[in-house]
Structure formats: structure tokens, C-alpha cells
């Protein structure tokens, strides 16, 4: 079993964290699968994209605790729901580890990213001025840049993977980076501004960000 973290925000919500060190044949012997999925899985090379796609499966059917079948397809903008059970859900993956939230208060996003100093050279393209001006100039820098991304990830998986820049759309509110904490996003849209709460924190090498839709407050 590589379930490395599960938590129960409440009674609705859990995500988990799942490293993966199995190979392709150990995630598949774990699922059940039907055509079309068998079609999709086909169409991965060997590799980390076909191992992410089965461990984040793996890993819905952890969080659902269930031996029934699990229909998991994706809508038009490639947003993967549950056909067949009444929860939201939101997946990610990044190098070894694959992360899943599930809800029946709501939409939900997750992302999970490994934390690089690269992020450095592209932070002006998913950061206003105003939003790097509150980005801490010690060592901690690249965690609270990590920390804004993977909360414009989970909020742009949460509304559903369309028409939202995460430059253009998204504000977060200046926030002081710890190891875990909440930061304050506001989304624009079609005219619309809400203001989600988004939870993150530090996972080993990697940021971890996820919400839930019960934390959207409309302005």
C-alpha cells in the first residue's frame, strides 16, 4: 500500500496522497476498468503519464471505499467527474506522488507540484505586480510562489477547467507564507467576483493546495 497521507477535513471532504512505487500491472490488478478507460490507458505511452492516470484512480477508489465499479470519465473541458457517485472530485499528480479530493459539500480543486527554483523565472506570468510584491524575499520565496500557483490550479480545476487566466483572473490577497496555512483568492469572471479560501501547505519536497466550494463567498 503507498496511501503516504489521508485527511478528513470533515464529514463530506477527505483528500489523500499517494506515492507511487508500483508498477503499471499493480495499479491495473487494483481496478476496474471499462472499455473506453481501457482505450485511454492504451493511448499513454509507458511511463509517468499512464502511472499517474492509474494512481489517481487507485486512489479514488481508496477515498471512496468501495469495490464497485468506478465510472470516472471527463466532461468537455477535461474536467473528470464521477458518473456514478454523488461526490465531486479534483485529481493531480506530479513525478512520484498523485494526490485526489472528493466532496459532496461541493466543487473541488487540488494540485500538487514539486517545488523547483525554476518557478522563479516564469513568476510573472501567472502573478501580478501587486501579488509578487508580497512575495517574501528570503529563502521561503519558492514555497510561497509554489503556494500561489498551486492555489490558482485548484481553483481553475474547481470552476471547471475554462475561460479563467490565471494572470488575467485570479488575485490572491497578500498572505505571510508558513508550511501550512490559507490564502484568500478572488476569481473574475464572466463578470462575476467570488472569493475562495484556499488551503496549502508543504508536503516533503513538494506544495500541495486544494478547496472546497463551501469556502466561496460571493462579493
Not at 477527505?14 to 485511454?40: G, N, P, T, V
Not at 512520484?96 to 525554476?118: H, N, P, R
Request: with cysteine; glycine share 4%.
Amino acid at each position: 500500500m503507498s496511501l503516504v497521507y489521508l485527511r478528513e477535513i470533515d464529514s463530506q471532504t477527505k483528500f489523500a496522497i499517494w506515492r507511487i512505487e508500483e508498477s503499471d500491472d499493480d495499479l491495473l490488478s487494483k481496478l476496474q476498468l471499462d472499455e473506453r478507460e481501457k482505450a485511454k490507458l492504451g493511448s499513454f505511452n509507458k511511463g509517468k503519464r499512464r502511472l499517474h492516470w492509474l494512481a489517481t484512480r487507485v486512489l479514488l477508489r481508496t477515498l471512496l471505499n468501495t469495490s464497485r465499479y468506478i465510472d470516472c470519465p471527463s466532461d468537455a473541458n477535461g474536467k473528470p467527474y464521477l458518473a456514478n457517485f454523488p461526490q465531486k472530485i479534483s485529481l493531480s499528480h506530479s513525478f512520484d506522488y498523485a494526490a485526489a479530493i472528493i466532496s459532496t459539500q461541493g466543487e473541488v480543486g487540488i494540485d500538487m507540484e514539486i517545488i523547483k527554483t525554476k518557478v522563479e523565472r516564469i513568476q510573472h506570468k501567472f502573478l501580478k505586480p501587486v501579488e509578487l510584491a508580497f512575495i517574501t524575499q528570503c529563502d521561503a520565496r519558492y514555497e510561497q510562489l509554489y503556494a500561489c500557483w498551486c492555489a490558482k490550479e485548484a481553483i481553475y480545476k474547481l470552476q471547471g477547467n475554462s475561460g479563467v487566466s490565471f494572470l488575467n483572473n485570479m488575485t490572491i490577497q497578500p498572505f505571510e507564507y508558513q508550511k501550512q496555512g490559507v490564502l484568500k483568492l478572488e476569481l473574475d469572471s464572466n463578470h462575476d467576483r467570488q472569493t475562495f479560501e484556499v488551503h496549502y501547505e508543504k508536503f516533503n519536497e513538494y506544495m500541495l493546495a486544494y478547496a472546497v466550494g463551501k469556502g466561496r463567498l460571493k462579493k
